[in-house]
């Protein structure tokens, strides 16, 4: 007896996760593969670095998420190899997946360019730990300025430099200056100074992808919050003391002593592109994506797509899709349609992707957004953020625990997921510095 076909899903993000919730009526059977149980709104993720909401309200177990789809099993592992001309998923526990669609959807992470030892001191925002992370590092720097009678050493403490004029980068400058600015002000009762955020941008202009209005908006608004915008300056250097910001034009070096450093400057495809390419016989572009054709396929191998930020995918001008998780996820449902079409006979159509606008939170009531070209600031588009956010996010109890600690924390101008936890880091942080405390969770119950 014939076995009904088989999809292996790698990546339970927006467009992996789409993949697997839009095939419930094909004759397949779905293996979703990740290396974490949860699907996470990554969009979302500042907000758990700077304590307005806690992982919880942005992460849904992907079981949750497709109960009572015996179609689909889902694999929690770390995938080793894909064996492109034998047709398998090898995975770091030894298990070997077979398939006769692929559908790869790795993602990307962090990209130092080729200064890789900078992660150390400068951590990226990709993953529930890092948002932790740097949601402890921020803190603990209040903490410590608050026990420190060294004027020079407390001003690193209350330094903050952000990397990367994107909308990561600028939403968490937004973010700390507020925290800063709003609620630790009135809490460090001891701490005098005021603290200082800094923002670097290689480029001539915040956030590329919008018009200069709307940057020149942007930059007004982060200058208003009291962070300084550093523009056309490139860093070329990160260590424990600070970072090194060069003048592109006149070379001229500006050091910034800063203990808390977060990297918002660039982002690379899964290694597993690089895999997938060696394996088809074409080349990856610059940032590690694989190119595919209209029907998000590689090319001379139709058994495979590839999608979301591992794929360097056009649109109709030839333009290279951004990545964004709107991307992936329209990405994600056309997969699934193309898969259905196949199995039925269909030819399926060119992918099409619809823009349905850009848009950028820069702080409370501070946002810039660009929707078909109607140009938002302010509250109004503040507001138009919020709601896209909260109709993204996949279960509707994640909405309503969003809504609700959005709408105290506008009130109360607090953020209560305010908690500093221990990581593997900061655990060797302890070790280095015994005056660092931070709190461990009880283990002696359920969290």
Known sequence: MAHRHRVVVIGGGFAGLSVAKRLRHAKADVT???RRNFHLFQPLLYQVATGSLSPANIAAPLRAVLRGR??????????RRIDVENRSVMLEEGDDVPYDTLVCAAGATHDYFGHDEWAEHARGLKTVEDATEIRRRVLMAFEKAARCADPAERASHLTFVVVGGG?????????????????????LHNVDERARVVLVEGGPKLLVAFEDDLCDRTKADLEGLGVEVVLDHLVTRVDA???DATDRETGEVETIDAETIIWAAGVKASPLGRQIADGCGVET?????????????????PEIFVVGDLAAAQDASGETLPGLGSVAAQQGKYVASAIADRLAGRTPKPFAYLDLGTMATIGRRRAVADIKGWKLTGTFAWLTWLFVHLMLLVQIPNRLLVLFQWAWSYM??????????????????????????THRPDTSAAA
Not at 73 to 78: A, N, Q
Not at 167 to 174: D, R
Not at 286 to 295: H, S, W
């Open 32 to 34: 979703l593969i990740d």
């Open 70 to 79: 015996k179609d689909v099993h889902i694999v929690l592992g770390d995938v």
């Open 167 to 187: 909308p990561t980068g600028v939403e968490m400058a937004g973010a700390i200056a507020e925290i800063a600015r709003v609620v630790l002000e009135e809490e």
């Open 241 to 243: 003391r600070g970072v």
């Open 285 to 301: 572009d610059r940032a590690g994506r694989v190119p595919v054709g209209p029907d998000l396929t590689v090319a001379g191998h």
């Open 412 to 437: 109360t101008l607090g953020r209560t997921a305010r908690i500093i936890t221990v990581t593997a880091q900061s655990e060797a942080d302890e070790i280095d510095n015994p005056q660092i405390v």
